[in-house]
């Protein structure tokens, strides 16, 4: 074994990863590049707790969104319906919060109201999900179609529901918005780090992780080793809804509110984060540390332009331009890397 | 056989849905049956049916676009602008011309990308239609323009022909749908009769067998994504006129109802299989629905769920159908043992 | 069949190779083939996988360029043949996989090359339809111009696939493992086809490892052996053991499996009046603990199936299965799973393996379930341990657990296949055509294991179609027919010849 082989082999796991995978190492890159620009442009604003505390408020929301992606993209499929189901599920929690917490409630009966809401919330997001694992396990339709066609269902359902309204959370769950661990680090940011400590132990270290993996791989020969291919199926769009509504959480969280057609775009970003991670969309490869450092790479430049930009009108935009052209510019530096090999 | 064969396409399906379905709102209320409900509804159906037709070639061809919508908005603001600035006072034919320029030049982009890099056509016009619209918002502008050219202004009333109805409403069927008519003429041609056209198929049906066939690949697809751009600067600028106003960040939002769309008309998502004809029953058959529920005495918010379930119980009876069939054999041809079919 | 020896002293040969070699990487993949083809001659190149069959395609189709050698064709030396320049001057190669259009009728796939070649920009349906019809007249085949092509079986595919051809001028059809995928049936009215090709004057090149095909086919015979002309004879000449002979490069000797049970103990494995519609009907036979059963038959015979049935992965309509006398319902994969029945599928590329997944996870794919250590989590220790075990009881050469499958060897591939299933200790174990696609060496090695693992008590069942793996592994031989099991053969009492013939016979 060489010297350099042993540095590697000692080296932490994640810097192992990185080193080893292409794409991973170029988003690593592409981080620290953008993080150390940015912080030579505007070292006042940028490398500050205050534009973490707001950095770190602001990507949670895609950042889960993509992991619920990538856990069906994982398997070939994909999961369009992520965004609806946060409405859905955030809407019927805002309810929730509305009829059984009383104006004058203690603090144990606020305490019992959330996490009522929180139940409700997350069992709609994984009843959801179970009917996009249905579809597509048991009914076999193609994941794009049977999630197109059930984002439009659950979208309908939340518009009967609040006949087209905004409905308010009362302020209940405002403190996932406002509160900062040790004054830095933001709840939803928190939420993000939970999700992906716990999906990372759900698919490397289960075995129903790995045989999403396989599935994703080569569906016939996981039928022909005897994984029970559409059971497996089925528990990933679970999962996907049930992070879904976590993001509905986070959603109400931020606005106090929720709404049918809030943020219909993230379904979008998610994937394209998911893709950015080096996340293959026909499935069998794609890891967690991608999705970080990808929604990591995103944020730093729209932050960053957002504060070169400030000035500008319409600055605020200027980031979707920048995401577009990121992805872009990532998959034709891999189209170039695959070649030379 | 023929009958059979004729029942198993999706295309029929859909047409005796929607067939079935008019009898129906038109029994529980009259006034479908009105001209003024059928104009409304063509001219609901001109933009998402054009959009359609760009989605049908792009399946087709074995791709998926969510772009076009990015195009269509972008080609119109900029017309907008760009008319405005110059005081053009002229007649509507200019902002097309300059739509569809913009949309070709869009579209190209996209094709730059799918045909020199081989990169899958999801992920291109992901990345394309986040430019695109961020550059719109962030370059061109981002406030609604309501002061509109005159040409544009006019064209919201640019009908046909007007019919006055019994109780002296006077309602015209808008000259856009003319629009929608050559377009899906056109694009029925070019895929039926012309090379091009098969081209598209047989890159959907097997990319492999195409190249050893010799179909130039590329031009292919430059083809198809130039014209879909083409088609989407020419619907955002119609969506445009008929709303009297541009909004930069209008449009953008619908990209996945039109595909859902072009797919309940038997569009394969898989790619190789779509008929235009089949397409614009797909469209319909959505337009119908969701503007008739207030007909039929259902509120308007039930529209999307209507919708969903259209989608969902579309795709899922021919899905579970050929199901059925494959479950017999796992991995045998399902003629095994029948006698091997007419030989002498 | 006429006397293509006599026509073709009188005429210039169509193509003709002298001396090609071709190495890829330092390792010989031809040396010194030449090869002569007539006009209206069918030629049939035979040689075992991994022979060189495949880089000689290639090179007639221009696809690889030879290390060394000359290549004339039509009396023109090619210096650099290009597919361009093969295709114009009248070579085409009917691939395994036809190159079809799933998605279009069966006029326009017929059509569409033509149609390109002569720069057409415009349809025209009647002449694509009256190209077609005139296409299949030329062979004497009808088959319905509107069907869509994925709703053919794989014979009227190549029929498709003929045509095509034909209407590019083809003056020499290459045709690769034309047959793999036909029925006895099919295969015959391939045959009139094929003959209906050579008096249209055209020239076949017939690539396979069938014996009996290529004797009955051939008019000439290129027998190739590690890129090595073995033989090139007139098909007269040969017959099946000279055949045999010079593609394996000896006469097989591999010890027999002799099973040391008692057959009047009770079966580990009955099978009773078993039927799936349209699959196989009435199958009766028993399985002891260490025996090798081998179920023979033709493609389509219905051998594939039976085993899929009693892998629970297609509907049984009517019979009863029993395991160690106690009577089992198996409607699915899992039940099959469930009663410790492993099946290790025929096509190993798309059925078998993970192909980009890491041998260890291929290994542990059956198996991932029984690896929980505390809770739910995998146990890391107790899944390297056992990726070892049996890397090690297989003899798998990789040189890393950790590495994609895909960068495996055939047979050390199908050693991970079979890796998979016996770390679930399986009771019965069925394989489907164990050793397609693994070079000589590595075959045998595969037998070896499988008899060692009868031996220590596991029931298995091959099926396939190999006539002399059947004889070295089995110790009983049920023959299928149509759906249904026609005879019973202990292995001692039948000579390999014997066998062919019955598998054969019609």
């Known amino acids: ?341 | 056989m023929q009958v059979k064969k004729l029942f198993a396409k999706q295309e029929t399906l859909v047409a005796l849905t929607l067939f079935g379905l008019c009898l129906v709102i038109g029994f529980i209320n009259p006034v479908f049956w009105t001209a003024g409900n059928w104009f409304d509804l063509a001219r609901s159906a001109t933009v998402t049916g054009i959009f359609a037709i760009g989605v049908l070639i792009v399946l087709i061809s074995g791709g998926i676009d969510v772009s076009f919508t990015a195009i269509a908005v972008f080609a119109m603001y900029t017309t907008t602008v760009l008319l405005k600035d110059a005081q053009y006072t002229g007649g509507m034919w200019l902002f097309f011309v300059i739509a569809a320029l913009i949309g070709l030049g869009l579209g190209l982009i996209n094709a730059f990308f799918i045909a020199r890099f081989r990169l899958p056509t999801l992920i291109v016009t992901l990345g394309t239609q986040s430019m695109f619209r961020g550059f719109l918002l962030f370059v061109i502008g981002s406030k609604i323009i309501r002061d509109i050219p005159p040409g544009m202004a006019d064209y919201s009333k640019a009908f046909l022909f007007t019919v006055t109805d019994d109780r002296g409403v006077t309602v015209g069927l808008h000259s856009a749908v003319l629009w929608l008519v050559a377009i899906a003429i056109l694009a029925f041609v070019i895929l039926r009769y012309t090379m091009l056209g098969r081209g598209i198929y047989a890159l959907g049906g097997s990319r492999e067998a195409a190249e050893r066939a010799g179909f130039n690949i590329a031009r292919t697809q430059v083809f198809i994504y130039a014209f879909v751009g083409v088609l989407a600067g020419i619907a955002g600028m119609i969506y445009g006129g008929l709303n009297r106003q541009a909004n930069a960040q209008d449009i953008v939002g619908q990209e996945l109802d039109v595909i859902a769309a072009t797919v309940l008309g038997g569009a394969s998502i898989m790619g190789g299989r779509g008929s235009v004809i089949g397409t614009l029953l797909g469209v319909m058959l959505v337009v119908v629905m969701s503007n008739s529920l207030v007909l039929m005495g259902i509120p308007a918010t039930w529209q999307r769920v209507v919708v969903g379930a259209i989608i969902i119980i579309g795709t899922a009876v021919p899905a579970l159908r050929t199901l059925r069939r494959q479950r017999r054999s796992v991995n045998v041809e399902p003629e095994t043992l029948a006698p091997v079919g007419g030989r002498t | 069949m006429g006397s293509p020896i006599a026509f073709a002293l009188a005429v210039q040969p169509f193509l003709s190779l002298t001396n090609i070699s071709k190495s890829y990487a330092g390792v010989r993949a031809l040396e010194d083939v030449s090869l002569t083809v007539y006009p209206g001659e069918i030629h049939c190149l035979v040689g075992e996988n991994g022979s060189g069959k495949s880089t000689l395609i290639k090179i007639i189709a221009g696809v690889v360029q030879p290390d060394a050698g000359q290549i004339v064709i039509n009396g023109k030396t090619m210096h650099r043949l290009h597919p361009i320049d093969a295709i114009r001057e009248g070579i085409q190669v009917i691939y395994q996989d036809f190159s079809l259009f799933p998605n279009l009728t069966v006029a326009e796939n017929i059509a569409i090359n033509h149609e390109l070649s002569r720069q057409k920009r415009w349809v025209n349906w009647r002449e694509v339809r009256e190209i077609a019809r005139q296409a299949m007249r030329k062979i004497n085949i009808q088959l319905d111009l509107d069907a869509t092509v994925s709703e053919i079986p794989v014979a009227d595919k190549q029929l498709v696939a003929i045509c095509r051809a034909l209407l590019q001028n083809a003056k020499l059809i290459i045709m690769d493992e034309a047959t793999t995928a036909l029925t006895e049936r099919e295969i015959r009215s391939l045959f009139d086809v094929i003959h209906n090709v050579q008096r249209e004057n055209v020239a076949v090149l017939f690539v396979s490892h069938k014996l009996d095909e290529v004797l009955e086919i051939a008019d000439k015979a290129l027998i190739i052996r590690n890129g090595k002309v073995v033989l090139d004879v007139d098909a007269r000449e040969l017959d099946r053991s000279k055949l045999t002979y010079y593609m394996t490069g000896r006469n097989i000797e591999e010890t027999v499996y002799e099973w040391q049970g008692d057959s009047d103990k009770p079966p580990l494995l009955e099978v009773r009046h078993l039927s799936s519609r349209g699959n196989f009907e009435d199958v009766t036979f028993q399985l002891h603990a260490g025996e090798i059963l081998g179920v023979t038959g033709l493609l389509g015979s219905g051998r594939t199936e039976l085993a899929l049935a009693l892998f629970g992965a297609i509907p049984i309509d009517a019979g009863e299965i029993a395991l160690d006398g106690q009577p089992i319902v198996l409607r699915s994969i899992q039940d099959a799973i469930t009663h410790r029945i492993g099946y290790v599928p025929e096509d190993r590329l798309t059925e078998g393996l993970f192909l980009e997944s890491s041998v260890g996870n291929n290994i542990l794919a059956r198996v991932l379930d029984g690896l929980k250590g505390s809770g739910q989590l995998l146990d890391r220790a107790l899944m390297k341990a056992t990726t070892q075990e049996w890397i090690g009881r297989l003899s798998i050469k990789a040189p890393h657990a950790e590495l994609p499958v895909k960068s495996l060897s055939g047979g050390n591939q199908q050693r991970v296949v079979l890796a998979k299933w016996l770390a679930s200790k399986p009771r019965v174990l069925i394989l489907n055509g164990p050793t397609m696609g693994v070079d000589v060496g590595s075959k045998m090695e595969l037998h070896e294991i499988i008899k060692q693992l009868a031996r220590e008590g596991l029931g298995v069942i091959i099926i396939s179609d190999d006539v002399p793996e059947l004889m070295q592994t089995c110790n009983r031989i049920l023959l299928m027919r149509r759906g249904r099991i026609v005879e019973h053969f202990d292995r001692r009492q039948i000579t390999e010849m014997d066998l062919t013939q019955r598998l054969v016979a019609v």
């Open chain 1, 1 to 341: 074994m060489t010297s350099q082989e042993t540095a590697r082999q000692s080296a932490a796991p994640w810097v192992r990863l990185v080193v080893r995978d292409g794409n991973l190492l170029r988003l690593f890159i592409a981080c620290v590049l953008i993080f150390v620009v940015m912080t030579l442009l505007r070292p006042e604003v940028f490398p500050t707790v205050e534009n973490f505390r707001s950095m770190g408020s602001q990507f949670p929301e895609v950042g889960v969104l993509a992991v619920a992606i990538m856990i069906a993209m994982l398997t070939g499929g994909i999961d369009l319906s992520v965004v609806s189901i946060a409405n859905l599920s955030g809407v019927l929690a805002a309810l929730f919060i509305r009829t059984f917490i009383p104006a004058e409630a203690s603090d144990v009966q606020v305490v019992i109201g959330l996490i009522g809401a929180v139940v409700i919330a997350f069992a709609v997001g994984m009843l959801c999900g179970l009917l996009n694992g249905l579809l597509v396990a048991r009914v076999n339709l193609t994941p794009i179609l049977a999630t197109l066609g059930t984002m439009t269902l659950y979208t309908g359902i939340t518009v009967v529901i609040t006949r087209g309204n905004a409905v308010f959370a009362e302020n209940r769950l405002t403190f996932i918005g406002n509160t900062y661990l040790f004054g830095v680090i933001p709840i939803p940011m928190l939420i993000f780090a939970v999700v992906v400590a716990v999906f990372s132990v759900i698919l490397n270290r289960t075995a129903f992780g790995l045989k999403l993996y396989l599935i994703g791989t080569n569906e016939k020969a996981a039928r022909f080793s005897g994984i029970d291919v559409p059971r497996t199926l089925i528990g990933a769009y679970v999962l996907s809804g049930l992070l879904a509504a976590v993001v509905a959480m986070i959603f109400l969280g931020r606005n106090n509110s929720a709404k049918w057609d809030f943020a219909p775009s993230y379904v979008l970003q998610a994937i394209l984060v998911a893709v950015l991670a080096g996340v293959n969309p026909a499935g069998g490869s794609g890891r967690l540390l991608g999705i970080v450092l990808a929604i990591l790479a995103l944020q730093f430049v729209s932050t960053g332009l957002n504060m070169l930009l400030l000035a500008v009108s319409g600055g605020q935009f200027f980031k979707e331009f920048a995401w577009g052209a990121l992805l872009l510019i990532i998959m034709v530096i891999n189209y170039f890397s695959e070649r030379r090999k």
